[in-house]
Protein backbone atom coordinates (compact mmCIF):
# COMPACT_ATOMS: atom_id res chain seq x y z
CA UNK A 1 0.00 0.00 0.00
CA UNK A 2 1.33 3.22 -0.88
CA UNK A 3 1.45 6.13 1.37
CA UNK A 4 2.70 9.65 1.92
CA UNK A 5 2.69 11.66 4.88
CA UNK A 6 3.61 15.31 4.96
CA UNK A 7 4.80 16.28 8.60
CA UNK A 8 6.06 19.99 9.65
CA UNK A 9 5.17 23.18 11.34
CA UNK A 10 1.45 24.37 11.29
CA UNK A 11 3.13 28.30 12.36
CA UNK A 12 5.72 30.39 10.71
CA UNK A 13 6.72 33.67 11.07
CA UNK A 14 7.56 35.75 8.15
CA UNK A 15 11.22 35.36 7.20
CA UNK A 16 11.49 32.05 8.84
CA UNK A 17 12.59 29.21 6.77
CA UNK A 18 10.07 26.23 6.32
CA UNK A 19 11.06 22.76 6.61
CA UNK A 20 8.44 19.83 5.61
CA UNK A 21 9.38 16.04 5.12
CA UNK A 22 7.41 13.65 3.56
CA UNK A 23 8.01 10.59 4.45
CA UNK A 24 6.85 7.98 2.21
CA UNK A 25 5.86 3.68 2.38
CA UNK A 26 4.97 0.96 -0.12
CA UNK A 27 7.14 2.05 -2.79
CA UNK A 28 10.85 3.08 -2.80
CA UNK A 29 13.10 6.18 -3.38
CA UNK A 30 15.33 3.83 -5.34
CA UNK A 31 12.98 2.97 -7.78
CA UNK A 32 14.24 4.63 -11.39
CA UNK A 33 10.42 4.65 -12.45
CA UNK A 34 9.76 6.82 -9.64
CA UNK A 35 10.14 10.16 -7.81
CA UNK A 36 8.28 12.94 -5.03
CA UNK A 37 7.40 16.10 -5.98
CA UNK A 38 6.07 18.96 -3.87
CA UNK A 39 2.75 20.90 -4.77
CA UNK A 40 1.12 23.44 -2.59
CA UNK A 41 -2.48 25.24 -2.79
CA UNK A 42 -3.15 28.45 -1.03
CA UNK A 43 -6.50 28.22 0.77
CA UNK A 44 -9.32 28.79 -1.83
CA UNK A 45 -7.00 28.48 -4.40
CA UNK A 46 -5.12 26.58 -7.07
CA UNK A 47 -2.52 23.81 -6.87
CA UNK A 48 1.07 25.56 -7.44
CA UNK A 49 3.87 23.03 -8.82
CA UNK A 50 7.05 23.49 -5.82
CA UNK A 51 9.60 20.85 -7.04
CA UNK A 52 10.71 17.40 -7.56
CA UNK A 53 13.20 14.62 -6.94
CA UNK A 54 13.80 11.32 -8.44
CA UNK A 55 15.82 8.33 -7.42
CA UNK A 56 18.84 9.38 -9.42
CA UNK A 57 19.10 12.74 -7.32
CA UNK A 58 17.84 14.90 -9.98
CA UNK A 59 16.21 17.62 -8.86
CA UNK A 60 14.17 20.57 -10.31
CA UNK A 61 12.23 23.48 -8.92
CA UNK A 62 9.26 26.22 -10.00
CA UNK A 63 11.09 29.20 -12.03
CA UNK A 64 9.32 31.32 -9.59
CA UNK A 65 10.71 29.99 -6.29
CA UNK A 66 13.97 28.36 -7.36
CA UNK A 67 15.61 30.69 -4.91
CA UNK A 68 14.48 29.99 -2.25
CA UNK A 69 13.58 26.38 -2.54
CA UNK A 70 15.61 23.07 -2.15
CA UNK A 71 14.69 19.58 -2.01
CA UNK A 72 16.81 16.30 -1.12
CA UNK A 73 15.66 13.08 0.13
CA UNK A 74 16.96 10.60 2.39
CA UNK A 75 16.41 7.06 0.74
CA UNK A 76 17.47 4.75 4.03
CA UNK A 77 14.40 6.61 6.15
CA UNK A 78 11.92 6.81 2.78
CA UNK A 79 11.78 10.67 3.42
CA UNK A 80 11.87 13.97 1.44
CA UNK A 81 12.36 17.12 2.69
CA UNK A 82 11.00 20.55 1.30
CA UNK A 83 12.71 23.89 2.71
CA UNK A 84 11.44 27.28 1.87
CA UNK A 85 13.27 30.63 2.82
CA UNK A 86 11.93 33.46 3.46
CA UNK A 87 8.65 32.80 4.52
CA UNK A 88 5.63 35.50 3.45
CA UNK A 89 1.94 35.31 4.71
CA UNK A 90 1.29 34.74 0.71
CA UNK A 91 3.32 31.38 1.25
CA UNK A 92 0.06 30.51 3.44
CA UNK A 93 -1.16 27.10 2.20
CA UNK A 94 -1.87 23.09 2.06
CA UNK A 95 1.18 21.67 0.98
CA UNK A 96 0.75 18.31 -0.55
CA UNK A 97 3.69 15.99 -1.28
CA UNK A 98 2.90 12.93 -3.93
CA UNK A 99 4.82 10.43 -5.84
CA UNK A 100 5.74 10.85 -9.31
CA UNK A 101 5.70 7.67 -12.08
CA UNK A 102 8.43 8.86 -14.57
CA UNK A 103 7.56 7.61 -17.99
CA UNK A 104 9.24 7.75 -21.88
CA UNK A 105 11.71 9.37 -23.53
CA UNK A 106 10.11 11.57 -24.00
CA UNK A 107 10.56 12.47 -20.20
CA UNK A 108 6.97 12.78 -19.15
CA UNK A 109 5.71 12.89 -15.16
CA UNK A 110 2.88 13.14 -13.42
CA UNK A 111 1.53 12.47 -9.82
CA UNK A 112 -0.45 9.23 -8.56
CA UNK A 113 -0.56 9.39 -5.10
CA UNK A 114 -1.13 11.69 -2.89
CA UNK A 115 -0.38 12.56 1.05
CA UNK A 116 -2.99 14.51 2.58
CA UNK A 117 -1.17 17.50 2.80
CA UNK A 118 -0.39 20.07 5.30
CA UNK A 119 -1.70 23.36 6.22
CA UNK A 120 1.68 25.67 7.14
CA UNK A 121 -0.24 29.88 7.99
CA UNK A 122 2.88 31.74 8.28
CA UNK A 123 1.75 35.02 10.53
CA UNK A 124 3.60 36.88 13.71
CA UNK B 1 6.26 31.53 -17.42
CA UNK B 2 4.60 28.63 -19.00
CA UNK B 3 0.86 28.44 -18.27
CA UNK B 4 -2.79 26.65 -18.44
CA UNK B 5 -5.75 28.04 -19.10
CA UNK B 6 -9.22 26.56 -17.55
CA UNK B 7 -12.70 27.72 -17.29
CA UNK B 8 -12.86 29.14 -13.80
CA UNK B 9 -16.46 27.41 -13.51
CA UNK B 10 -18.73 24.68 -15.70
CA UNK B 11 -22.51 23.59 -14.69
CA UNK B 12 -24.48 21.07 -15.58
CA UNK B 13 -27.41 19.22 -14.33
CA UNK B 14 -27.23 15.60 -13.14
CA UNK B 15 -27.49 12.89 -16.41
CA UNK B 16 -25.90 15.93 -19.04
CA UNK B 17 -22.05 16.28 -20.28
CA UNK B 18 -19.63 17.75 -18.73
CA UNK B 19 -16.73 19.40 -20.49
CA UNK B 20 -13.91 21.12 -19.20
CA UNK B 21 -11.11 22.68 -21.72
CA UNK B 22 -7.33 22.94 -20.82
CA UNK B 23 -5.03 24.79 -23.33
CA UNK B 24 -1.72 25.53 -23.60
CA UNK B 25 1.02 25.96 -26.12
CA UNK B 26 2.92 23.20 -25.48
CA UNK B 27 0.14 20.61 -25.36
CA UNK B 28 0.35 19.58 -29.14
CA UNK B 29 4.12 17.92 -27.49
CA UNK B 30 3.21 17.54 -24.43
CA UNK B 31 1.10 15.00 -22.34
CA UNK B 32 -2.15 16.24 -20.41
CA UNK B 33 -3.49 14.91 -17.25
CA UNK B 34 -6.31 15.41 -15.06
CA UNK B 35 -7.28 15.76 -11.40
CA UNK B 36 -10.28 16.11 -9.70
CA UNK B 37 -10.16 17.54 -5.95
CA UNK B 38 -13.48 17.41 -3.42
CA UNK B 39 -13.53 19.86 -1.00
CA UNK B 40 -10.71 19.42 1.77
CA UNK B 41 -9.41 16.12 0.03
CA UNK B 42 -6.40 15.20 -2.03
CA UNK B 43 -6.38 15.59 -5.38
CA UNK B 44 -7.35 12.44 -7.45
CA UNK B 45 -6.08 11.32 -10.97
CA UNK B 46 -8.97 10.67 -13.09
CA UNK B 47 -6.78 11.15 -16.64
CA UNK B 48 -3.34 10.64 -17.69
CA UNK B 49 -1.38 10.51 -21.09
CA UNK B 50 -4.41 13.02 -22.61
CA UNK B 51 -6.97 9.71 -22.99
CA UNK B 52 -5.87 6.60 -20.19
CA UNK B 53 -8.19 6.07 -17.48
CA UNK B 54 -6.73 4.55 -14.02
CA UNK B 55 -7.92 1.74 -12.65
CA UNK B 56 -11.05 2.74 -10.47
CA UNK B 57 -12.11 5.33 -12.39
CA UNK B 58 -15.82 5.77 -13.66
CA UNK B 59 -15.78 5.18 -17.69
CA UNK B 60 -17.26 8.01 -17.88
CA UNK B 61 -14.36 9.97 -17.63
CA UNK B 62 -12.74 10.25 -20.72
CA UNK B 63 -9.99 12.78 -21.94
CA UNK B 64 -9.08 13.85 -25.92
CA UNK B 65 -6.45 16.69 -27.24
CA UNK B 66 -6.44 18.52 -30.03
CA UNK B 67 -3.61 20.98 -31.21
CA UNK B 68 -3.12 23.54 -28.09
CA UNK B 69 -6.60 22.09 -26.27
CA UNK B 70 -6.86 19.43 -24.07
CA UNK B 71 -10.63 18.34 -22.97
CA UNK B 72 -11.89 16.64 -19.97
CA UNK B 73 -15.39 14.93 -20.46
CA UNK B 74 -17.76 13.43 -17.87
CA UNK B 75 -20.46 12.00 -19.75
CA UNK B 76 -24.03 11.42 -17.50
CA UNK B 77 -22.39 13.81 -14.78
CA UNK B 78 -23.49 12.58 -11.85
CA UNK B 79 -23.87 14.92 -8.32
CA UNK B 80 -20.90 13.12 -6.90
CA UNK B 81 -18.71 14.73 -9.24
CA UNK B 82 -19.14 18.20 -8.15
CA UNK B 83 -14.92 19.21 -7.41
CA UNK B 84 -12.69 21.28 -8.72
CA UNK B 85 -10.47 19.96 -11.67
CA UNK B 86 -7.14 20.93 -12.57
CA UNK B 87 -5.33 20.04 -15.68
CA UNK B 88 -1.39 19.57 -15.55
CA UNK B 89 0.99 19.45 -17.75
CA UNK B 90 4.84 19.80 -18.62
CA UNK B 91 6.65 23.47 -20.06
CA UNK B 92 7.82 22.73 -23.72
CA UNK B 93 11.37 23.07 -22.35
CA UNK B 94 13.02 21.88 -19.34
CA UNK B 95 10.85 19.22 -16.91
CA UNK B 96 8.82 22.07 -15.06
CA UNK B 97 5.49 20.74 -14.11
CA UNK B 98 2.69 23.12 -14.46
CA UNK B 99 -1.17 22.99 -12.84
CA UNK B 100 -3.82 24.80 -14.94
CA UNK B 101 -6.03 27.55 -13.18
CA UNK B 102 -8.55 24.58 -11.88
CA UNK B 103 -12.42 24.46 -13.51
CA UNK B 104 -15.06 23.93 -10.64
CA UNK B 105 -17.49 21.85 -11.69
CA UNK B 106 -21.08 22.31 -10.29
CA UNK B 107 -23.64 19.21 -11.16
CA UNK B 108 -27.50 20.09 -9.79
Known amino acids: QVTLKESGPVLVKPTETLALTCTVS??????????VSWIRQPPGKALEWLAHIFSNDEKSYSTSLKSRLTISKDTSNSQVVLTMTNMDPVDTATYYC????????????????WGQGTLVTVSS | SYELTQPPSVSVSPGQTARITCSGDALPKKYAYWYQQKSGQAPVLVIY???KRPSGIPERFSGSSSGTMATLTISGAQVDDEAAYYC???????????FGGGTKLTVL
Open chain 2, 88 to 98: YSMASSGNHGV
Open chain 1, 26 to 35: GFSLRDSRLG
Open chain 1, 98 to 113: ARIVVAGPPLRYYFDY
Open chain 2, 49 to 51: EDT
